[in-house]
């Protein structure tokens, strides 16, 4: 039963069957990503065992961003109880002085600084915990934030020291530097072009929110009471805190030390001196005992915080599953070969311009791997023999693939921003997955008119 069309078939049954139910919202991903592509396993005839051998690899792969997942949410928590970002984000309200657009654009600004370090959980990480009270007490939509941030994060992802430069690199045995220079004119032409984007998405959001508060002088002026909004927002937060009736240490020292702790986090995660995981780890039990002065107070605090995380931790526990089993069959390798058996001998010398067209839906129905190791051999192959060079159609498959890293649920750190934002990964993909589409497509022909890709 494990034939190339069989492992194909059913590669693709999985993943359109569990990408609508993530879409349509018709059950919980963690029961999406496990029974489907198990069931998808042993109807083709996988042993439970061989199953079992699947799930174990794919966990191997997600272990980290798990336990990263777990602590940084806890962490980020504790922030949230002693009001350690209130301050801050009353003072970006106010330099904001009401004007929805500026809040996009300093989110696509801020983002792009974030990714430098090519890692998409950093960035989230970064990203999402501080603008979202932000997004909040502006009644902005976070699932803008987490276009704007994704589009930028992905954009950003050509630099050499990121996953698919290093990837491409290995393919085409060409330094990712090489490759860099020859896509630089490229990333900064997307960059211009997210944050062409950010400026919509903020002035969609300024006639949306308008409409929703129906206040004379919000409508007609077209701003709102920067003042009130921070006072309302801070007032919002210390309702919330008050509610959940526990006891922080109220000693300005304890504040200030834990402020130390996440400057020194931060600056830790941007230069990679330890990974997130254990980084997030020591700096959690770093604090509790700053801010929460009995034992079961901080344990308290781990609980308060606990459900939060592991429900997304289990989500990602069941991408596990997901990506395990299709890569593991080896559907998702039968998946991208049938993709491009399927193309007439005539779209030869166009063979890498029509893969990048089509780079961020092949998002949804190969992993990373899948699509760098896996499509981009065969279509080098295959455009080479009609004069193109390696470079030009890794260049192709890069840019109309980059642009969908933060818009596919294959990839675990977009898993990780859903979690950080509370937000829902169907509506996340109805806003950005055209959005992403169409700036891929746009970069393309850029591309292609500028001889980029010859």
């Given at each position: 039963?494990h034939t ?6 059913a590669g693709?049954a999985?993943i359109?069957l569990t990408?609508g ?6 059950t919980?991903p ?12 042993l109807l083709?005839?996988?042993s ?7 799930f ?12 990263m997942f ?6 980020f ?10 301050p801050v ?10 004007n929805?657009v500026?809040?996009?654009?300093g ?5 792009t600084?974030a ?5 998409g959980?950093t960035?989230f990480?970064?990203?999402i ?5 932000l ?10 934030l987490?276009?704007?941030v994704s ?5 950003m ?5 990121a996953?698919?430069?290093g990837?491409?690199s290995?393919?085409?045995e060409?330094?990712?530097?090489e490759?860099?220079r020859?896509l ?7 960059l211009a072009?997210v944050?062409v ?5 903020g002035?969609s959001e300024?006639r949306?929110?308008a409409r929703?508060?129906?206040?004379p ?5 077209g701003?709102v ?8 927002f801070?007032?919002?937060q210390?309702?919330?805190r008050a ?6 240490r109220?000693?300005?020292?304890a504040?200030?030390a834990t402020?130390?702790i996440?400057v020194?986090?931060l600056?830790?995660l941007?230069?990679g001196?330890?990974p997130?995981?254990?980084a997030?780890l020591i700096?959690?039990?770093?604090v509790?005992p700053?801010n929460f002065e009995s ?5 308290d ?6 459900p939060?995380a ?6 990602i526990?069941a991408a596990?599953?997901?990506?395990g089993?299709?890569s593991?069959s080896?559907?998702l390798?039968?998946?991208a070969l049938?993709?491009l ?9 166009w063979v890498h311009v029509i ?6 839906p092949?998002?949804?129905a190969t992993?990373?791997?899948a699509?760098?190791f896996?499509v981009?051999?065969?279509v080098?192959?295959?455009a ?14 890069i840019i109309?693939?980059?642009i969908?890293t933060f818009v596919?649920?294959?990839s675990?750190?977009?898993?990780l921003a859903?979690g ?21 497509a746009?970069l393309?022909t850029?591309a292609?008119l ?5």
């Amino acid at each position: 039963m494990h034939t190339p069309l069989g492992l194909t078939l059913a590669g693709l049954a999985i993943i359109a069957l569990t990408v609508g139910l993530l879409i349509r919202g018709k059950t919980s991903p963690v029961v999406a990503m496990t029974l489907v592509p198990a069931a998808g396993a042993l109807l083709m005839g996988f042993s439970a065992a061989e199953i079992g051998e699947f799930f174990g690899t794919g966990l191997t792969s997600v272990m980290n961003v798990v336990v990263m997942f777990i602590f940084a949410i806890i962490y980020f928590g504790i922030l949230q109880d002693i009001g350690l970002f209130t301050p801050v984000v009353t003072a970006l309200i106010r330099a904001t002085r009401g004007n929805v657009v500026l809040v996009t654009l300093g989110t696509a600004a801020i983002a792009t600084v974030a990714h430098l370090d090519g890692a998409g959980a950093t960035t989230f990480l970064l990203t999402i915990p501080a603008l979202l009270p932000l997004y909040r007490a502006m009644h902005m939509s976070r699932y803008v934030l987490l276009a704007i941030v994704s589009l930028s994060a992905s954009v950003m992802n050509m630099v050499p020291w990121a996953g698919p430069v290093g990837r491409t690199s290995s393919v085409i045995e060409l330094s990712p530097t090489e490759i860099w220079r020859h896509l630089l004119p490229m990333q900064g032409v997307a960059l211009a072009l997210v944050f062409v984007i950010a400026l919509l998405l903020g002035l969609s959001e300024r006639r949306r929110i308008a409409r929703l508060r129906h206040s004379p002088e919000f409508v007609g002026r077209g701003e709102v009471d920067v003042q009130a909004i921070a006072r309302e927002f801070v007032e919002t937060q210390r309702a919330e805190r008050a509610a959940q009736g526990y006891r922080v240490r109220r000693a300005r020292w304890a504040s200030a030390a834990t402020a130390l702790i996440s400057v020194v986090l931060l600056a830790v995660l941007v230069t990679g001196l330890l990974p997130p995981a254990p980084a997030f780890l020591i700096a959690t039990t770093l604090v509790l005992p700053l801010n929460f002065e009995s034992p079961t107070e901080q344990t308290d605090a781990m609980r308060r915080h606990a459900p939060s995380a592991l429900a997304m931790a289990s989500v990602i526990i069941a991408a596990a599953m997901f990506l395990g089993v299709l890569s593991g069959s080896g559907m998702l390798k039968q998946i991208a070969l049938s993709l491009l058996n399927v193309l007439p001998a005539s779209v030869g010398p166009w063979v890498h311009v029509i893969v990048g067209y089509l780079g961020v839906p092949l998002d949804l129905a190969t992993s990373t791997d899948a699509y760098y190791f896996s499509v981009l051999p065969i279509v080098q192959e295959t455009a080479g023999s009609f004069g193109v060079s390696a470079l030009g159609a890794a260049s192709a498959l890069i840019i109309g693939n980059i642009i969908g890293t933060f818009v596919s649920p294959f990839s675990p750190a977009l898993w990780l921003a859903i979690g950080l934002a509370r937000a829902d990964m169907g509506r996340h993909l109805r806003l950005s997955f055209p959005l992403a589409w169409g700036l891929s497509a746009v970069l393309v022909t850029v591309a292609l008119l500028s001889g980029v890709l010859t």
